[in-house]
């Protein structure tokens, strides 16, 4: 009976922990977005719609000689947990950066032309270019970051503008340098620039898994520690919070956005070379944003703006397009459920602060109910 | 000469056929912002009213034999109405859940793509709707007959292009001249002092956010009749460069419509320069005129912030305690 008691205070404390409001809050919606996803399928095609759930949460699975669906699971999820971090980054130091998608995109292009055109640099080759994209996303995330600091600007605003200006500049970079004119797309970089294996090769055979794990695992880490351990991260979401009380306190507030927004951007670049820097993926000329800066939002709301947080939502999200994949050969549902899916949990990741509300009267209803209990038993 | 004018018959209809859904959507982000709302999902809406017209477009087709004009205008219709609901979702989050309004905004235009590839792919095999007929006008009784004016603006014209001239001109109209758009203009620059006087700030929000639906909606059904002869998800960018001319327009509509019109040029000009006489001399790539409107909108950003025309309380949730 005892025994019961203590239990139940265990429950209650780490219910009380506003971490734990908010974590249920994130898997509230990453469940109402799997129901969406599931009452669709289930109107298109009831016969099918429990295989297709199936199908989606077990995607990593599917394949499992050699692990491959494991593997691809990851090398999917890197991209994405790499353009969650950016967005996640700039959110901590209160700055929405919508224009991971522009970062992203400057940042591939550069390493893309590195891996094209720079090969004496042999084994050094791979992270040159890495660093190329890297400083390229810096550079193209720090515009909006100048424009907010010394013009009052809003990011959001000149993101979006700076989304489009890199696509085009993109494409026609692109036609002009490394254009591969036969099948109207960039040239493939040379192998010396594609990001090694190493022994994930031999632990996931069959699969396309890379060292872009380890690198978006480094950065992760590093986030982790600015944010957290350091001045300059203090300073950072100081800034974020109060512009004028952390100019007051003798931070440089305009230094600091700046500098926040070009981290935020330099990871999204290295999204972008990360995504470009593999065997068979090709950069298109087709000027359409590409989705995966978009998707770094819902990722970051996911992990709620937490560098770990966002490397396990990322690991979800690959979870999830590696089950889109299989969807297609199992049932007859088309991949693109998988995006409906996403935005119904974006959807509901705006709603945090209802749903935060929500999961906290549901846990002090139940604590109550179950405390009462509990004391019941004690006098029995 | 006989060439030039030749030119600028073949140029003119491609420029009002851009100027129009331009000027329409960017209309319709005014009505969101004016009221405090911000809405960058007007691209997401424009796919969502555009998917759900041309589908009952298709169904009339081959359903029944009625004039393609009135079809048209069924289109027209249809997509207004579900551009409507479709930003009721958004209106939702941001007006009553006090929501982060860009997120929502953003899962408006993640879904909207998605859902209608998905929907088109499962029940017609295809990511491509094709939209049969030619929807141009060849020539409006007697107006078409005078002369100059007459073949500029009334042969070879859209429908949808005078509806949109007529909704532009009633919609500014409403938004300065009726109770309900001193209404949404105050619910934008001070909703405090509006609800001191008994507006209710959640109603006009929700009417300003509808309004905006309804307009890119449609916008979605014009871009697909004038450029496109099928839909695949997608309207271009459409929504964002509308976005863009509200922003370069200052948010007030007689700017919009010349924002609007400079933007349509250099896209006439990116998609056409190559048959241009003059133009295709200037070496040039298109992807520049493509992105000049971006540019400009930076640069009269960065310039104009400090007398900047963004309504006052535009983003911010309507709280009654903060006052």
Same mark, same amino acid.
């Given at each position: ?29 990453? *469940? ?10 289930? *109107? ?52 929405? $950066? ?63 503008? @700076? ?31 594609? @990001? ?12 396309? *898994? ?8 480094? @950065? ?6 600015? @944010? $957290? ?12 919070? $109060? ?13 600091? *956005? ?73 049932? $007859? ?48 | ?43 997401? /809406? ?187 998800? +997608? ?21 919009? /419509? ?49 007398? +900047? ?15």
């Amino acid at each position: 009976m005892k025994l019961k008691t203590l239990g139940s205070q265990i429950v209650k404390k780490v219910a009380e922990r506003p971490s734990t409001i908010s974590v249920s809050a994130s898997v509230l919606a990453i *469940i109402a977005g799997l129901f969406v996803g599931f009452i669709v399928m289930l *109107i298109i095609n009831p016969g099918q719609a429990f295989a297709g759930l199936r199908s989606i949460l077990f995607g990593p699975f599917s394949d499992m000689e050699g692990g491959r669906s494991l593997g691809n699971t990851i090398y999917y999820a890197v991209p994405i947990i790499l353009t969650g971090l950016s967005v996640a980054f700039a959110f901590r130091t209160g700055l929405f $950066n919508i224009g991971a998608t522009g970062q992203l995109t400057i940042g591939a292009f550069v390493a893309v032309y590195i891996g094209v055109n720079w090969a004496f640099l042999g084994p050094l080759h791979w992270i040159v270019a890495v660093l190329g994209g890297m400083l390229a996303g810096a550079f193209w995330g720090s515009i909006p970051g100048i424009l907010k600091a010394y013009r009052n600007v809003h990011e959001v605003v000149s993101s979006i503008m @700076l989304n489009y200006i890199a696509m085009y500049t993109v494409t026609m970079l692109i036609k002009q340098t490394i254009f591969n004119a036969t099948s109207a797309r960039a040239l493939a970089p040379e192998t010396t620039a594609r @990001l090694p294996q190493w022994f994930l090769g031999d632990v996931f055979p069959r699969s396309s *898994i890379n060292i872009g794990i380890f690198i978006a695992m480094i @950065l992760v880490v590093i986030t982790h520690i600015i @944010l $957290n351990k350091t001045t300059f991260g203090y300073e950072l979401k100081s800034v974020g919070f $109060n512009r004028d009380a952390s100019q007051y306190a003798g931070m440089s507030e305009k230094r600091n *956005i700046i500098l926040a927004m070009a981290i935020s951007g330099g990871i999204a670049g290295v999204a972008g070379a990360v995504m470009f820097l593999v065997t068979g993926r090709f950069m298109s000329i087709e000027n359409h944003l590409m989705a995966e800066g978009f998707t770094g939002i819902a990722i970051s709301l996911l992990g709620l703006s937490s560098p770990i947080g966002v490397f396990l939502a990322g690991l979800f999200y690959g979870a999830l397009e590696i089950g889109g994949f299989y969807l297609q050969r199992t049932t $007859n549902f088309v991949p693109q459920i998988i995006e409906i899916i996403i935005a119904v949990i974006i959807y509901f990741s705006a709603l945090s602060l209802f749903l935060q509300k929500f999961v906290a009267n549901f846990l002090s209803k139940r604590l109550k109910k179950e405390v009462q209990i509990s004391e019941g038993s004690d006098v029995l | 000469m006989r060439e030039l004018i030749d030119l600028i018959y073949f140029l003119f209809p491609l420029f009002i056929a851009t100027t129009v859904p331009l000027s329409i959507v960017a209309l319709g982000g005014l009505f969101s912002e004016r009221s405090g709302v911000v809405n960058i999902a007007l691209e997401g /809406i424009m796919i969502m009213g555009g998917f759900i017209g041309i589908i009952a477009m298709r169904a009339l087709i081959e359903n029944t034999e009625l004039n393609l004009q009135i079809i048209a205008f069924i289109g027209l219709f249809t997509g207004a109405t579900f551009g409507m609901l479709y930003a009721l979702a958004h209106a939702f989050a941001s007006i009553t859940m006090k929501s982060n309004q860009i997120i929502s905004a953003t899962a408006l235009n993640m879904f909207a793509p998605a859902m209608s590839v998905f929907i088109a792919r499962t029940f017609w095999n295809t990511s491509n709707l094709n939209l049969m007929g030619n929807y141009t006008i060849s020539k409006v009784p007697i107006l078409g007959d005078i002369p100059i004016v007459g073949q500029l603006f009334f042969t070879n014209a859209y429908l949808s292009t005078y509806i949109g001239i007529i909704i532009f001109i009633v919609a500014t109209a409403v938004l300065y001249k009726t109770r309900l758009g001193l209404r949404i203009r105050s619910c934008g620059e001070n909703p405090h002092a509006a609800d001191s006087l008994g507006v209710n700030i959640y109603r006009v929000r929700y009417i300003g956010v509808l309004i905006s639906g309804a307009l890119a909606g449609m916008g979605g059904v014009i871009f697909v009749l004038s450029f496109a002869t099928r839909f695949s998800g +997608s309207v271009a960018g459409f929504g964002f460069l509308a976005l863009a001319v509200l922003i370069f327009g200052q948010w007030h509509p007689k700017k919009i /419509i010349f924002a609007a019109l400079f933007f349509a040029t250099m896209r006439v000009i990116a998609d056409t320069y190559s048959v241009i006489p003059g133009l295709n001399m200037i070496v040039m790539p298109r992807e520049i005129y493509r992105m000049l409107p971006y540019i400009a909108t930076l640069v009269v950003l960065s310039f104009a912030s400090k007398r +900047s025309r963004a309504p006052r309380a535009v983003g911010e949730p309507y709280d009654p305690s903060k006052r």
